[in-house]
T-cell receptor
Framework: NAGVTQTPKFRVLKTGQSMTLLCAQD?????MYWYRQDPGMGLRLIHYSVGEGTTAKGEVPDGYNVSRLKKQNFLLGLESAAPSQTSVYFC????????????FGPGTRLTVT | GDSVTQMEGPVTLSEEAFLTINCTYTATGYPSLFWYVQYPGEGLQLLLK?????DKGSNKGFEATYRKETTSFHLEKGSVQVSDSAVYFCALSYSGYALNFGKGTSLLVTP
């Protein structure tokens, strides 16, 4: 039981390049989330999904897109990376219960130069 | 909107010292409250939670009590260890599912 996994662990992009971060969970959770973590800012919600085929915007969605084609996977895309997107990205998932605890992946450290 | 404010760090303590990390919240309704811990280079792990007023969450010697009258959820531990060195995040649930995090408090415990 791997829990929540993220690919890749590290990535360096040049401004304007695109990439996709992959999150996978094997706990059969309905809900999945993408956060970014920046120094002194805590974690901020980018996008989330309440089920397969659904997505919604969080606190800081601009510059990102997401897809949830399969229940176990949640993809985060950057179409044209900017230095402001340099951050550590965390994926999380939770059960189909209100106010349920979230389980986090190990994170992806992205640097945009 | 709903928000969490926690004390700024870093907090530096000697081993076996008493720990308190303050957390207060602003919320409409009755949120659930959480403490997450992040060890260096890792993702966040749930440390403890409380879902209603006067609930006490506890785990690994850490405790926090959901105080509705003071809108607080302070984290405490009676005797910290070097292995407790980490960043601690207070969080509340809003909109039913998403979490709203505080900015985190870094704890360093020295031998």
């Amino acid at each position: 039981n791997a829990g929540v996994t993220q690919t890749p662990k590290f990535r360096v992009l040049k401004t304007g390049q695109s990439m996709t971060l992959l999150c996978a969970q094997d706990m059969n959770h309905e809900y999945m989330y993408w956060y970014r973590q920046d120094p002194g800012m805590g974690l901020r919600l980018i996008h989330y999904s309440v089920g397969e085929g659904t997505t919604a915007k969080g606190e800081v969605p601009d510059g990102y897109n997401v897809s949830r084609l399969k229940k176990q996977n949640f993809l985060l895309g950057l179409e044209s990376a900017a230095p402001s997107q340099t951050s550590v990205y965390f994926c999380a998932s939770s059960y189909h219960l209100e106010k349920a605890e979230q389980y986090f992946g190990p994170g992806t450290r992205l640097t945009v130069t | 909107g709903d928000s969490v404010t926690q004390m700024e760090g870093p907090v530096t303590l000697s081993e076996e010292a008493f720990l308190t990390i303050n957390c207060t919240y602003t919320a409409t309704g009755y949120p659930s409250l959480f403490w997450y811990v992040q060890y260096p280079g890792e993702g966040l792990q749930l440390l403890l939670k409380a879902t209603k007023a006067d609930d006490k969450g506890s785990n690994k010697g850490f405790e926090a009590t959901y105080r509705k009258e003071t809108t607080s959820f302070h984290l405490e531990k009676g005797s910290v260890q070097v292995s407790d060195s980490a960043v601690y995040f207070c969080a509340l649930s809003y909109s039913g599912y998403a979490l709203n995090f505080g900015k985190g408090t870094s704890l360093l415990v020295t031998p």
